[in-house]
């Protein structure tokens, strides 16, 4: 089975700007959850998709936003782009069944100047 | 207090030794708890899941989990210096709720 996929790898945008990232799970995987990580504040919990649906949201500011698409491939969106949203961003999947093992992306790696 | 502690170390062992990882965690509801291995650059790598009180042992790796004392541990035996990364421990958040809390991790070394 292909693992997570995530699109792009690398991005750079201004402050200001909004961006886009995408990720498809590993096939017969329902659930995706997204997360950041930066030196400072290690791994943090975005939010989790399931069945389209947001299922639950961590502490991050409405700039960040999700969806999940009927096939369960997810985007995520940061509106106004600041500084501190430089990270790598990372999503995971989960066949939701009895293990709710989360399986990572190689992450999508994001700078604002 | 942080919802997961980890010594952040760096944790040096010789190769071929045993290496003890360990965490705390403060949620008394989480039920499912997994260790990641995360290479310097890349993502992180599930290596271990463990529901129940008790050891766990796949390969060189043993998991360990008291949910009284709320503690979480990772044994590596036979430490190999491919096994120099961080470790992080992940705890599941309530039932329904499908997020893991990170701590920061322990860096590993294993010396040739």
């Known amino acids: 089975k292909a693992g997570v996929t995530q699109t792009p790898r690398y991005l750079i945008k201004t402050r200001g700007q909004q961006v886009t990232l995408s990720c498809s799970p590993i096939?017969?995987?329902?659930?995706v959850s997204w997360y950041q990580q930066t030196p400072g504040q290690g791994l943090q919990f975005l939010f989790e998709?399931?069945?389209?649906?947001?299922?639950n949201k961590g502490n991050f500011p409405g700039r960040f936003s999700g969806r999940q698409f009927s096939n369960s491939r997810s985007e995520m969106n940061v509106s106004t782009l600041e500084l501190g949203d430089s990270a790598l961003y990372l999503c995971?999947?989960?066949?939701?069944?009895?293990?709710?093992?989360?399986?990572f992306g190689p992450g999508t790696r994001l700078t604002v100047t | 207090q942080k919802e997961v502690e980890q010594n952040s170390g760096p944790l040096s062992v010789p190769e071929g030794a045993i290496a003890s990882l360990n965490c705390t965690y403060s949620?008394?509801?989480?039920?499912?708890f997994f260790w990641y291995r995360q290479y310097s650059g890349k993502s992180p790598e599930l290596i271990m899941s463990?529901?129940?009180?008790g050891d766990k042992e796949d390969g060189r790796f043993t998991a360990q989990l008291n949910k009284a004392s709320q503690y979480v541990s990772l044994l590596i035996r036979d430490s190999q210096p491919s096994d120099s990364a961080t470790y992080l421990c992940?705890?599941?958040?309530?039932?329904?709720?499908?997020?893991?809390?990170f701590g920061t991790g322990t860096r590993l070394t294993v010396i040739p």
């Open positions: 992940a705890p599941r958040g309530r039932t329904g709720a499908n997020n893991l809390f």
């Open positions: 463990i529901y129940s009180n």
């Open positions: 998709y399931f069945s389209e649906t947001q299922r």
């Open positions: 949620d008394r509801g989480s039920q499912s």
């Open positions: 995971a999947s989960t066949w939701v069944g009895t293990s709710y093992e989360q399986y």
């Open positions: 096939s017969g995987h329902r659930s």
